[in-house]
């Protein structure tokens, strides 16, 4: 039940800090998407097994908070569960040597394929040429995206990490 509990706030707290302050803060058309960086580094944390009905509610609960389509984005989280379970399966995905650069990795492709999907259910796969048209503008949106994406990313890891010692939520 701790684990329970302790989980729904974390998710809860994420998407109210999602909806509420980002869109404050960056107004760029490739926000950060804290959400995102949550699922990722709790799967890497938990797995996908274990992770993957919190992903599925973390999913609809950001759907209803931010009225978008009910399941784009459990589509777009379990997706991303799946895939970073299936290549932490293969790759050693530690914080030394080469599970840094597949961190960053995951943390890019997320990045991308969230918004791809975002962009081509919201105004269809045309729109995604159209960005592709502006490539050094979209360049230049996506790196800033992904860095922040990115210090979001190491900083829930650590957090999360903490979190399930502190609480001794891995025994559960």
């Not at 058309?29 to 960086?37: E, K, Q």
């Not at 944390?45 to 399941?71: E, M, Q």
């Not at 459990?74 to 840094?100: M, N």
């Not at 592709?132 to 900083?155: D, E």
Request: proline content about 1%; charged content about 10%; hydrophobic content about 60%.
């Amino acid at each position: 039940m701790k684990k329970f509990f302790i989980y729904f706030l974390i998710i809860f707290f994420a998407i109210v800090l999602q909806v509420s302050s980002v869109p404050l803060f960056f107004k760029s058309d490739w926000p950060v998407d804290i959400v995102l960086m949550l699922v990722l580094a709790w799967t890497l944390i938990d797995g996908f097994d274990a992770f993957l009905k919190w992903a599925v509610f973390a999913g609809l609960l950001y759907d209803l908070a931010t009225f978008s389509a009910v399941g784009l984005h459990v589509i777009i989280f379990a997706l991303l569960a799946y895939s970073v379970s299936f290549f932490s399966k293969r790759f050693s995905v530690e914080i030394k040597g080469t599970g840094i650069l597949l961190m960053m990795f995951f943390v890019s492709a997320a990045t991308i394929c969230s918004r791809a999907i975002l962009l081509s259910h919201e105004f269809g796969t045309g729109v995604i040429a159209n960005d592709i048209s502006n490539f050094w503008q979209t360049l230049g949106m996506f790196s800033l995206a992904a860095f922040c994406n990115l210090l979001i990313f190491f900083v829930l890891f650590f957090m999360l990490n903490w979190v399930g010692n502190f609480y001794y939520l891995k025994r559960n």
